[in-house]
């Protein structure tokens, strides 16, 4: 199994919701990933776990909460979201966080924030 | 910092055109270098890598040159499809960091 699997694959919600992303991936990867991308613009790195510990925090804004329940779950949870966090969230992981390079990506959530 | 410099898109091919798609980048060090791939509606997915000066990664037809001399990772088919549309993303590694992207480049092939 080669795959990152991301659900759902489609989430409108309004400012006020609160709602998760989910992320899952049986590999044995022990670092996780989350990104942030915009139409036509390249990945923006959100967030760094490895084995289940916050790595890297990009300076997300608090309304963006990650989780890592265990080395295969990742979770993002979204609470009084903007019209601008609108985007493709991607969910990735590797092998190591020193393997950083070679990530398998997930579909992504397209979220769109009403 | 790091930083890697595509072709602004998007490139309109038809189908069994030679491809080429110019990557550049400023880095400190011997960065490794790499090509993902995302197809419409989906994530990104590694193409191909090279790790030093002068390899050369292959995948799929596709292949890319590290040319440490102008700093460049350039990206070549010699005949595309119509299932290659898709947005092809440069990026660099540097020891101890995270992969640093290009801006991608958008193709397009027509049958």
């Known amino acids: 199994d080669t795959e990152v699997t991301q659900t759902p694959k489609h989430l409108v919600m309004g400012m006020t919701n609160k709602k998760s992303l989910k992320c899952e991936q049986h590999?044995?990867?022990?670092?996780m990933y989350w990104y942030k991308q915009k139409a036509k613009k390249p990945p923006e790195l959100m967030f760094v776990y490895s084995y289940e510990k916050l790595s890297i925090n990009e300076s997300v804004p608090s309304r963006f909460s990650p989780e890592c329940p265990n080395s295969s779950l990742l979770n993002l949870h979204l609470h009084a979201l903007q019209p601008e966090d609108s985007a493709l969230y991607l969910c990735?992981?590797?092998?190591?966080?020193?393997?950083?390079?070679?990530?398998?990506f997930g579909s992504g959530t397209q979220l769109s924030v009403l | 910092g790091d930083s890697v410099t595509q072709m602004e898109g998007p490139v309109t091919l038809s189908e069994e055109a030679f491809l080429t798609i110019n990557c550049t980048y400023t880095?400190?060090?011997?960065?490794?270098l790499f090509w993902y791939v995302q197809y419409p509606g989906e994530g990104l997915q590694l193409l191909l890598k090279?790790?030093?000066?002068?390899d050369k990664g292959s995948n799929k037809g596709f292949e890319a040159t590290y040319r440490k001399e102008t700093t460049s990772f350039h990206l070549e088919k010699g005949s595309v499809q119509v299932s290659d549309s898709a947005v092809y993303f440069c990026?660099?590694?540097?020891?101890?960091?995270?992969?640093?992207f290009g801006g991608g480049t958008r193709l397009m092939v027509k049958p």
């Open positions: 590999m044995g990867h022990r670092a």
């Open positions: 090279a790790t030093k000066a002068d």
């Open positions: 990735a992981s590797s092998q190591d966080y020193a393997f950083n390079e070679k990530l398998f």
């Open positions: 990026a660099l590694h540097n020891a101890g960091n995270m992969l640093t």
């Open positions: 880095a400190t060090g011997y960065p490794s």
